[in-house]
Protein backbone atom coordinates (compact mmCIF):
# COMPACT_ATOMS: atom_id res chain seq x y z
CA UNK A 1 0.00 0.00 0.00
CA UNK A 2 1.21 2.92 -1.02
CA UNK A 3 2.49 5.79 2.20
CA UNK A 4 0.62 9.09 1.94
CA UNK A 5 2.66 11.77 1.36
CA UNK A 6 4.12 14.41 4.19
CA UNK A 7 1.26 16.61 3.69
CA UNK A 8 -1.60 13.81 3.79
CA UNK A 9 -3.04 12.75 6.51
CA UNK A 10 -4.04 8.86 6.63
CA UNK A 11 -7.81 8.84 7.19
CA UNK A 12 -8.05 6.09 9.26
CA UNK A 13 -6.57 5.20 12.49
CA UNK A 14 -5.54 2.01 14.04
CA UNK A 15 -8.14 0.73 16.52
CA UNK A 16 -8.11 -1.55 19.53
CA UNK A 17 -8.63 -5.24 19.86
CA UNK A 18 -9.94 -5.96 23.18
CA UNK A 19 -10.65 -9.13 25.03
CA UNK A 20 -14.68 -9.14 25.82
CA UNK A 21 -15.02 -10.91 29.21
CA UNK A 22 -18.84 -11.04 28.86
CA UNK A 23 -18.65 -12.57 25.29
CA UNK A 24 -15.86 -14.70 26.16
CA UNK A 25 -17.83 -15.86 28.88
CA UNK A 26 -20.94 -16.45 26.70
CA UNK A 27 -18.89 -18.01 23.49
CA UNK A 28 -16.55 -20.60 25.67
CA UNK A 29 -13.47 -19.15 24.26
CA UNK A 30 -11.75 -15.54 24.32
CA UNK A 31 -13.77 -13.27 22.02
CA UNK A 32 -11.48 -10.15 20.43
CA UNK A 33 -13.41 -7.08 19.42
CA UNK A 34 -11.73 -5.20 16.90
CA UNK A 35 -13.36 -1.65 17.59
CA UNK A 36 -13.42 -0.62 14.14
CA UNK A 37 -16.67 1.48 15.32
CA UNK A 38 -14.15 4.08 16.44
CA UNK A 39 -13.28 5.09 13.04
CA UNK A 40 -13.34 8.66 12.23
CA UNK A 41 -16.59 7.75 9.92
CA UNK A 42 -17.49 5.32 12.72
CA UNK A 43 -17.60 2.55 10.32
CA UNK A 44 -14.86 0.16 9.17
CA UNK A 45 -15.34 1.83 5.74
CA UNK A 46 -12.92 4.56 6.86
CA UNK A 47 -9.72 2.42 6.25
CA UNK A 48 -10.88 1.71 2.47
CA UNK A 49 -12.98 4.31 1.18
CA UNK A 50 -9.93 6.27 2.65
CA UNK A 51 -7.38 4.39 1.05
CA UNK A 52 -8.99 4.53 -2.33
CA UNK A 53 -9.71 8.33 -2.24
CA UNK A 54 -5.58 8.52 -0.59
CA UNK A 55 -4.44 6.73 -4.04
CA UNK A 56 -6.68 8.82 -6.44
CA UNK A 57 -4.93 11.60 -5.11
CA UNK A 58 -1.49 9.95 -5.51
CA UNK A 59 -1.71 8.97 -8.85
CA UNK A 60 -4.05 11.93 -9.98
CA UNK A 61 -1.55 14.43 -12.63
CA UNK A 62 -3.27 17.85 -10.85
CA UNK A 63 -4.87 16.75 -7.46
CA UNK A 64 -5.49 19.67 -6.39
CA UNK A 65 -8.74 20.19 -7.90
CA UNK A 66 -10.00 16.64 -7.02
CA UNK A 67 -13.82 16.79 -5.99
CA UNK A 68 -15.04 13.80 -4.71
CA UNK A 69 -18.37 11.93 -5.29
CA UNK A 70 -20.51 9.32 -3.52
CA UNK A 71 -23.73 7.91 -4.28
CA UNK A 72 -24.51 6.11 -1.15
CA UNK A 73 -26.51 7.37 1.97
CA UNK A 74 -25.30 5.36 4.63
CA UNK A 75 -21.81 4.33 5.85
CA UNK A 76 -19.73 4.60 2.73
CA UNK A 77 -21.21 8.12 1.85
CA UNK A 78 -19.62 9.15 5.71
CA UNK A 79 -16.79 7.81 4.86
CA UNK A 80 -15.97 9.26 1.91
CA UNK A 81 -16.82 12.81 3.38
CA UNK A 82 -14.76 12.43 6.66
CA UNK A 83 -12.08 11.29 4.91
CA UNK A 84 -12.34 13.88 2.18
CA UNK A 85 -12.31 16.32 5.13
CA UNK A 86 -9.23 14.89 6.64
CA UNK A 87 -7.62 14.99 3.24
CA UNK A 88 -8.64 18.52 2.62
CA UNK A 89 -10.29 17.89 -0.67
CA UNK A 90 -14.53 18.68 -1.56
CA UNK A 91 -16.92 15.85 -1.45
CA UNK A 92 -20.74 15.66 -2.72
CA UNK A 93 -23.04 13.23 -2.03
CA UNK A 94 -26.13 12.22 -4.02
CA UNK A 95 -28.83 10.06 -2.09
CA UNK A 96 -32.18 9.37 -2.82
CA UNK A 97 -35.40 10.99 -1.58
CA UNK A 98 -35.59 7.84 1.00
CA UNK A 99 -32.82 8.50 3.27
CA UNK A 100 -33.51 9.18 6.31
CA UNK A 101 -32.80 12.79 7.71
CA UNK A 102 -31.28 11.53 10.62
CA UNK A 103 -28.43 9.89 7.99
CA UNK A 104 -28.30 13.13 6.12
CA UNK A 105 -28.10 15.32 9.17
CA UNK A 106 -24.94 12.99 9.63
CA UNK A 107 -23.20 13.40 6.75
CA UNK A 108 -23.78 17.56 6.61
CA UNK A 109 -22.34 17.54 9.77
CA UNK A 110 -19.04 15.34 8.59
CA UNK A 111 -18.39 17.98 6.67
CA UNK A 112 -19.94 17.46 2.87
CA UNK A 113 -19.73 20.39 0.37
CA UNK A 114 -23.15 19.05 -0.78
CA UNK A 115 -25.62 16.60 -0.03
CA UNK A 116 -28.42 16.71 -3.62
CA UNK A 117 -31.74 14.38 -2.79
CA UNK A 118 -32.77 12.45 -6.22
CA UNK A 119 -34.85 9.53 -7.57
CA UNK A 120 -36.59 6.95 -5.79
CA UNK A 121 -33.86 4.93 -5.23
CA UNK A 122 -30.19 4.53 -4.69
CA UNK A 123 -29.70 3.10 -8.31
CA UNK A 124 -31.64 6.53 -9.93
CA UNK A 125 -29.65 8.44 -7.50
CA UNK A 126 -26.45 6.80 -8.66
CA UNK A 127 -27.43 7.03 -12.45
CA UNK A 128 -27.97 11.02 -11.89
CA UNK A 129 -24.28 11.28 -10.38
CA UNK A 130 -22.85 9.34 -13.13
CA UNK A 131 -24.73 10.89 -16.32
CA UNK A 132 -25.51 14.41 -14.68
CA UNK A 133 -22.40 15.13 -12.29
CA UNK A 134 -19.88 13.53 -13.06
CA UNK A 135 -19.88 13.37 -16.95
CA UNK A 136 -19.57 17.62 -16.16
CA UNK A 137 -16.82 17.46 -13.87
CA UNK A 138 -12.98 16.17 -14.98
CA UNK A 139 -11.85 16.41 -11.30
CA UNK A 140 -14.60 14.17 -10.09
CA UNK A 141 -13.80 10.87 -8.61
CA UNK A 142 -16.22 8.29 -8.04
CA UNK A 143 -15.94 6.76 -4.92
CA UNK A 144 -17.85 3.28 -4.79
CA UNK A 145 -18.95 1.74 -1.54
CA UNK A 146 -17.52 -1.75 -2.11
CA UNK A 147 -15.93 -2.99 -5.37
CA UNK A 148 -12.67 -1.63 -6.11
CA UNK A 149 -9.31 -3.24 -5.31
CA UNK A 150 -7.86 -0.34 -3.06
CA UNK A 151 -11.07 -0.60 -0.61
CA UNK A 152 -9.49 -4.20 -0.83
CA UNK A 153 -6.43 -3.46 0.13
CA UNK A 154 -7.29 -0.48 2.55
CA UNK A 155 -9.67 -2.61 4.46
CA UNK A 156 -6.77 -5.27 4.94
CA UNK A 157 -4.71 -3.15 7.12
CA UNK A 158 -7.04 -4.45 9.79
CA UNK A 159 -5.07 -7.65 9.65
CA UNK A 160 -2.13 -5.97 9.70
CA UNK A 161 -2.83 -4.54 13.45
CA UNK A 162 -4.54 -7.27 14.75
CA UNK A 163 -1.05 -9.55 13.86
CA UNK A 164 0.70 -6.63 15.97
CA UNK A 165 -1.58 -6.77 18.36
CA UNK A 166 -1.43 -10.52 18.79
CA UNK A 167 2.46 -10.30 18.91
CA UNK A 168 2.09 -12.39 15.81
CA UNK A 169 0.14 -15.19 17.42
CA UNK A 170 -2.68 -16.54 15.07
CA UNK A 171 -6.04 -15.97 15.40
CA UNK A 172 -8.26 -19.15 15.64
CA UNK A 173 -10.88 -17.79 13.57
CA UNK A 174 -12.20 -14.33 12.17
CA UNK A 175 -15.86 -12.85 12.29
CA UNK A 176 -16.78 -9.91 10.24
CA UNK A 177 -20.10 -9.23 8.37
CA UNK A 178 -20.70 -9.10 4.46
CA UNK A 179 -22.92 -6.81 2.59
CA UNK A 180 -21.27 -6.18 -0.96
CA UNK A 181 -17.65 -7.88 0.22
CA UNK A 182 -15.15 -4.77 0.73
CA UNK A 183 -14.78 -5.56 4.41
CA UNK A 184 -14.51 -9.56 3.83
CA UNK A 185 -12.31 -8.93 0.76
CA UNK A 186 -10.13 -7.32 2.59
CA UNK A 187 -10.17 -9.46 6.21
CA UNK A 188 -9.38 -12.27 3.42
CA UNK A 189 -6.80 -10.74 1.44
CA UNK A 190 -4.83 -9.27 4.71
CA UNK A 191 -4.72 -13.02 6.10
CA UNK A 192 -3.20 -13.95 2.93
CA UNK A 193 -0.66 -11.56 3.44
CA UNK A 194 0.28 -12.63 7.02
CA UNK A 195 0.29 -16.17 5.54
CA UNK A 196 -2.74 -16.85 7.76
CA UNK A 197 -4.83 -18.09 4.79
CA UNK A 198 -5.80 -21.13 6.98
CA UNK A 199 -7.57 -19.59 9.41
CA UNK A 200 -11.27 -20.12 9.55
CA UNK A 201 -13.18 -17.00 8.12
CA UNK A 202 -17.25 -17.17 9.44
CA UNK A 203 -18.34 -14.36 6.88
CA UNK A 204 -21.73 -13.18 8.14
CA UNK A 205 -25.26 -12.08 6.50
CA UNK A 206 -28.82 -11.10 7.73
CA UNK A 207 -32.01 -12.99 5.87
CA UNK A 208 -33.38 -11.01 2.78
CA UNK A 209 -29.52 -9.82 2.36
CA UNK A 210 -27.84 -12.96 1.93
CA UNK A 211 -26.22 -12.19 -1.66
CA UNK A 212 -22.99 -13.81 -1.12
CA UNK A 213 -24.51 -16.93 0.61
CA UNK A 214 -27.17 -16.89 -2.38
CA UNK A 215 -24.21 -16.71 -4.67
CA UNK A 216 -22.61 -19.63 -3.33
CA UNK A 217 -25.33 -22.09 -2.91
CA UNK A 218 -26.02 -21.42 -6.74
CA UNK A 219 -22.47 -22.04 -7.20
CA UNK A 220 -22.55 -19.10 -9.74
CA UNK A 221 -23.17 -15.07 -8.88
CA UNK A 222 -26.89 -14.29 -8.20
CA UNK A 223 -28.62 -10.99 -7.91
CA UNK A 224 -31.14 -10.93 -5.22
CA UNK A 225 -34.70 -9.23 -5.91
CA UNK A 226 -34.47 -6.55 -3.31
CA UNK A 227 -33.63 -6.46 0.10
CA UNK A 228 -35.48 -7.02 2.77
CA UNK A 229 -33.44 -7.55 5.88
CA UNK A 230 -33.28 -4.45 8.96
CA UNK A 231 -29.98 -4.46 8.34
CA UNK A 232 -29.54 -1.56 5.15
CA UNK A 233 -26.26 -1.48 5.16
CA UNK A 234 -25.66 -5.18 4.30
CA UNK A 235 -27.86 -4.31 1.30
CA UNK A 236 -25.91 -5.24 -1.75
CA UNK A 237 -28.48 -7.30 -3.98
CA UNK A 238 -24.90 -8.54 -5.71
CA UNK A 239 -21.92 -9.25 -3.91
CA UNK A 240 -18.62 -8.13 -5.52
CA UNK A 241 -16.83 -11.34 -7.82
CA UNK A 242 -14.18 -10.89 -5.69
CA UNK A 243 -15.93 -11.85 -2.96
CA UNK A 244 -17.96 -14.34 -4.24
CA UNK A 245 -14.24 -16.16 -5.42
CA UNK A 246 -12.87 -15.74 -1.87
CA UNK A 247 -16.50 -17.20 -0.24
CA UNK A 248 -15.53 -20.48 -2.01
CA UNK A 249 -12.20 -20.83 -0.39
CA UNK A 250 -12.04 -24.04 2.23
CA UNK A 251 -11.27 -21.98 5.46
CA UNK A 252 -14.40 -19.63 4.76
CA UNK A 253 -18.01 -20.31 6.48
CA UNK A 254 -21.38 -18.14 5.41
CA UNK A 255 -23.54 -18.02 7.96
CA UNK A 256 -27.04 -16.18 7.63
CA UNK A 257 -28.90 -15.10 10.69
CA UNK A 258 -32.24 -13.67 11.16
CA UNK A 259 -33.21 -9.65 11.47
CA UNK A 260 -34.01 -11.16 15.39
CA UNK A 261 -30.60 -12.33 15.82
CA UNK A 262 -28.67 -9.83 14.42
CA UNK A 263 -31.09 -6.36 16.63
CA UNK A 264 -30.30 -9.35 19.83
CA UNK A 265 -26.68 -8.76 18.91
CA UNK A 266 -26.84 -4.94 19.22
CA UNK A 267 -28.61 -4.90 22.49
CA UNK A 268 -26.89 -7.40 24.28
CA UNK A 269 -23.20 -5.69 22.71
CA UNK A 270 -24.77 -2.84 24.20
CA UNK A 271 -25.48 -3.84 27.91
CA UNK A 272 -22.03 -6.31 27.72
CA UNK A 273 -19.79 -3.69 26.40
CA UNK A 274 -21.59 -0.38 26.35
CA UNK A 275 -21.36 -0.34 22.53
CA UNK A 276 -23.84 1.08 19.61
CA UNK A 277 -23.68 -0.24 16.38
CA UNK A 278 -25.63 -1.23 13.66
CA UNK A 279 -27.51 -4.25 13.13
CA UNK A 280 -25.04 -5.24 10.22
CA UNK A 281 -22.47 -5.21 12.72
CA UNK A 282 -24.42 -6.85 15.21
CA UNK A 283 -25.14 -9.89 13.53
CA UNK A 284 -21.37 -10.46 13.73
CA UNK A 285 -21.77 -9.73 17.86
CA UNK A 286 -24.48 -12.46 17.69
CA UNK A 287 -22.56 -15.49 17.07
CA UNK A 288 -21.07 -15.18 20.50
CA UNK A 289 -24.46 -15.52 22.35
CA UNK A 290 -26.55 -18.83 22.81
CA UNK A 291 -23.90 -21.51 21.78
CA UNK A 292 -24.34 -20.26 18.19
CA UNK A 293 -20.16 -19.63 17.71
CA UNK A 294 -19.44 -23.51 19.35
CA UNK A 295 -21.68 -25.20 16.70
CA UNK A 296 -20.01 -23.61 13.88
CA UNK A 297 -16.64 -24.33 15.28
CA UNK A 298 -16.97 -27.21 17.34
CA UNK A 299 -13.45 -27.50 18.04
CA UNK A 300 -12.81 -24.11 19.68
CA UNK A 301 -11.33 -24.71 23.60
CA UNK A 302 -11.59 -21.73 26.69
CA UNK A 303 -7.92 -20.62 25.45
CA UNK A 304 -8.98 -20.30 21.63
CA UNK A 305 -8.59 -16.66 20.24
CA UNK A 306 -11.29 -15.53 17.94
CA UNK A 307 -11.56 -12.31 16.46
CA UNK A 308 -14.67 -10.28 16.06
CA UNK A 309 -14.98 -7.44 13.54
CA UNK A 310 -17.08 -4.76 15.23
CA UNK A 311 -17.96 -2.69 12.10
CA UNK A 312 -19.55 -0.34 13.54
CA UNK A 313 -22.27 1.79 11.25
CA UNK A 314 -23.83 4.90 12.32
CA UNK A 315 -27.41 4.59 11.64
CA UNK A 316 -28.15 3.69 15.13
CA UNK A 317 -29.53 5.10 17.83
CA UNK A 318 -31.15 4.44 21.53
CA UNK A 319 -34.62 4.75 19.98
CA UNK A 320 -33.96 2.18 17.65
CA UNK A 321 -32.14 -0.43 20.07
CA UNK A 322 -35.10 -0.18 22.60
CA UNK A 323 -37.18 -0.47 19.34
CA UNK A 324 -35.34 -3.44 18.03
CA UNK A 325 -35.83 -5.09 21.69
CA UNK A 326 -40.09 -4.31 21.84
CA UNK A 327 -40.42 -6.23 18.77
CA UNK A 328 -37.42 -8.90 18.42
CA UNK A 329 -36.80 -9.59 22.35
CA UNK A 330 -38.67 -12.87 22.00
CA UNK A 331 -35.33 -14.64 20.71
CA UNK A 332 -34.63 -14.09 24.24
CA UNK A 333 -37.13 -16.66 25.36
CA UNK A 334 -35.21 -19.07 23.46
CA UNK A 335 -31.48 -18.32 24.76
CA UNK A 336 -29.64 -21.24 26.42
CA UNK A 337 -27.13 -20.84 28.73
CA UNK A 338 -24.69 -17.92 28.87
CA UNK A 339 -25.34 -18.04 33.06
CA UNK A 340 -23.72 -14.93 34.53
CA UNK A 341 -23.36 -12.88 31.01
CA UNK A 342 -24.24 -9.25 32.13
CA UNK A 343 -26.43 -8.69 28.99
CA UNK A 344 -28.87 -11.97 30.27
CA UNK A 345 -29.55 -10.53 33.55
CA UNK A 346 -30.15 -7.20 31.68
CA UNK A 347 -33.19 -8.92 29.48
CA UNK A 348 -36.62 -7.95 30.79
CA UNK A 349 -38.48 -10.34 32.92
CA UNK A 350 -41.33 -10.35 30.44
CA UNK A 351 -38.53 -11.56 27.93
CA UNK A 352 -37.17 -14.36 29.26
CA UNK A 353 -39.61 -16.01 31.54
CA UNK A 354 -42.54 -16.43 29.58
Same mark, same amino acid.
Given at each position: ??????????????????????????????????????????????????????????????????????????????????? %??????????????????????????????????????????????????? %??? @??????????????????????????????????????????????????????? @???????????????????????? @?????????????????????????????????????????????? %????????????????? %???????????????????????????????????????????????????????????????????????????
Amino acid at each position: MAEPEPELKKPWVETPLIESAALSRAAGCKILLKLENLQPSGSFKSRGIGNLMLQAILRHSSPSGIHFYSSSGGNAGLACVTA %ARTLGYRSTVIVPLSTKPFMIAKIRTAGATEVVQIGATWAEADKYLREEIL %AND @KDGVYVPPFDHPDIWQGASSMVEEIASQMSGAKPDAVVCSVGGGGLFNGVVQGLD @KQRWGDVPVIAVETEGADSLHASL @KAEKLVTLPGISSIATSLGATRVAEKAFEHGQRSNVKSVVLSDAEA %AMGCWRLADDERLLVET %ACGVSVALCYDGRLKKLLPDLTPESKVVVVVCGGSNVTLEMLAGFRREYGYVEKIATSDEGVPSTLSAPNDYTTG
